[in-house]
């Protein structure tokens, strides 16, 4: 940081940053690594501080990636990059950057249909069995994530509170078939449909019932 200062008082009239190191240049490896320093767990070398973007982050971080998350209750769900690495999606792909699905300089709280665009760029939606189904298959292909990547809540992330410490619900970034969530999931969607027609239903029922005792 201190050379890029020094750099740009020398030189007021340059526009174009000289010593700051752009993610889109880099290799994906060393891209993921940017995101590794806090979204993922592994020995610590020297201080994270002093680490460069482009750098191998292995110097300071010795990366832990046999990160296992078996149940809900398992707190390993916070190695994002190592759960990511072990996913079928990451490694027949030949890898991705983080930034394929998150934007650092925008907010992503638009919820999963936002993600499932990313999805469908390599996956055809028709060939989930979950948008054949009936009921819920009209919206299933908007919630991708919602089936392969279970929220858990993760003890290794979490905020002290009189009443306790509250674990951080996050996502398992290892994407697969999980199909204890995705059964879950499935009731959660059809909750949601029985709601969202639940007013349509009264309001008919309203009607009709105005209708039978019309004179």
């Known amino acids: 940081a201190h050379e890029h200062v020094a750099f740009h008082r020398q030189h007021p ?72 690495m072990q996913s079928r999606c990451f490694q027949q792909s030949g890898g991705f950057a983080c930034t394929l699905c998150h934007d650092p300089h925008q907010n992503q ?36 994530v919602a089936c392969h990547m279970p929220a858990r809540r993760d003890a290794q992330v979490a905020m002290q509170t009189r009443q306790g410490n509250i674990e951080a619900l996050l996502r398992d970034h290892q994407i697969g078939i999980w199909p204890e969530t995705a059964a879950a999931e499935r009731s959660k969607l059809a909750d949601k449909l029985r709601q969202a027609l639940q007013p349509q239903d009264n309001s008919q ?11």
Do not use: M
């Open 13 to 84: 009239a340059e526009t174009e940053g000289k010593r700051i190191v752009n993610p889109a240049g880099l290799s994906i490896e060393r891209q993921n690594e940017i995101c590794a320093q806090c979204h993922s767990a592994g020995e610590e070398h020297a201080s994270l501080f002093s680490y460069r973007p482009g750098e191998p982050l292995q110097q300071w971080l010795q990366l832990d990636l046999a990160a296992s998350a078996e149940s809900n209750a398992d707190p390993h769900s916070a190695n994002q990059l190592a759960r990511l």
């Open 109 to 144: 709280r638009d919820g999963a249909a936002s993600f499932a665009q990313h999805c469908r760029s390599c996956h055809q939606q028709n060939s989930c069995p979950e948008v054949q189904r009936g009921e819920t298959g009209a919206i299933a292909g908007d919630h991708c």
């Open 205 to 215: 029922n309203s009607r009709n019932a105005q209708e039978g005792s019309a004179p």
